[in-house]
Every structure is written in C-alpha cells, then in structure tokens.
C-alpha cells in the first residue's frame, strides 16, 4: 500500500481547534453589488456592517450560545477592520455593558454608526486584533483600516498590542495585493496560531483571506481533507446567510 501524500499524524496535546468567522454584511458587500466600481469609493472607508449583517451577527450568537461553542473558545483573534471587529465581538463578546463596571466595554455605543448598545468584555474570551489576518490588501478602500488610535476608542478592550503603527501603512492605493501574497501571509498566520497555548480559537476574518489560505493550507494535507477545505465557507450557499454581493466575483467576497 502506498502512502498518500500529505498524510500526516499528530499527538492530540499539539492539535487545537480553530473557528473561522467570515464578517457578516458590510455597507461595501451591498454597494459592490449595485455597481463593482463603488469598491473604489472613499466613501467606503473601512466599510462598517449594515443592519441586516447585525441581525446575522445576533443569530451566529444565539447559535454559539445555544450549541455551548462560547463557553469552549479560549481566544478570539479579528482582523482589525471595523466590520470584523463588530462582528467578533457581536457573536462572542459579553452582554450590554453597564455603566459604573470597572472592565472596559469591548465596544462602545454605536460605534461604527451601528446604533447597538455598548458591548461588554466580562463573561467572554479575550479579543486579539491582529494585521495577518486581513482581507486582500490595496486599491480598494473598504479594505484600509481605521487609525489605532480610533480603534481602541472605539473597541477599548480589544488587544492592539502586536499592531505595530497606528496608521495603515500596509494599504496602498495603487497596489492591490497578489493571491499567492494573502495565501503566503495566511500560511505565515497558521504558523504564528501553532505557537499560542489557547488549543480552541476563534478567528474573523475577510472572505479572500479565508480562501486564499485554505487552499494553500490544503496542498499539504490529504486530497479528501484539501476538497472540503476548497469549498465554498458556510454561509456562502444557505438563505438564511445569504446577501447582495456575497457571489458574484471575489470582489464582492470581501
């Protein structure tokens, strides 16, 4: 018998489980899908969610809640783009925070014109922001993050520490970021997660990172492992997750 390739085996205390999170509706998925040319606007700055991808948010968190999920999740790790810290913390954060408790809210009123109630950072895993784990990067402005400064103003008790500058010196107007370059980055993440302690982790992310990381993660695993890592992520084909733009190019899937 021959041994197939990519097959490997690994002790059970060096296994973790890991969460993916694909953000829910952003303004830009909406825009997008009305005319792909809106991806350009700077209106669309580090695009925020619409109301519809905080109702997915809430119902993602009555699933977590309800299947225990929550109670299992050591860490969560977020892109630090405002549409995926709102929707980390929507789906495992804390309750409505109250004033006068010492811990600092994970987010605070309304922030991103959300209209939601500030979110609490007691009763919930700690919340880690971090660059590797950003969308496609370049060109488009609804993937240029917020300042640092902003961020913690608006997510205080998010970890910021491993982002280095304040402002995003990553963007570039006029550079868009190769595939092999996201899937490379996302190779280098997965590394990075093999070193933390926490064995459960939740991670938010952007659709074209999601993509272009599985399928490169899936070269080295075996061939029925690598075709369910290269199917569409749950939520992609189900109605009750569906939304405008969600399928109609890789732009859209941001």
Known sequence: MEASAGTALYPLHRCKIIYLVRHAQGVHNVEGHKDAGAYLSPALLDAQL??????????????????????????????????TMQTAVGVFGGGNYTDGVSASPLMVEGAGHSGRQAISSLNCPPFLALEACRERLGVNPCDKRSSITKCRTLFPAIDFSLIENDEDVLWEPDVRETRESVAARGMKFIDWLRTREEKEIAIVSHWGFLRHTLNMYGKECHPTVAEELGKQMLGSDTPTCNFPGKDVDEASKN
């Open 50 to 83: 619409t109301p519809l991808g905080w109702s997915q948010v809430d119902c993602l968190r009555e699933h977590v809640t309800k299947c225990g999920l929550a109670k299992k999740i050591e860490l969560v790790i977020t892109s630090p783009l405002l549409r």
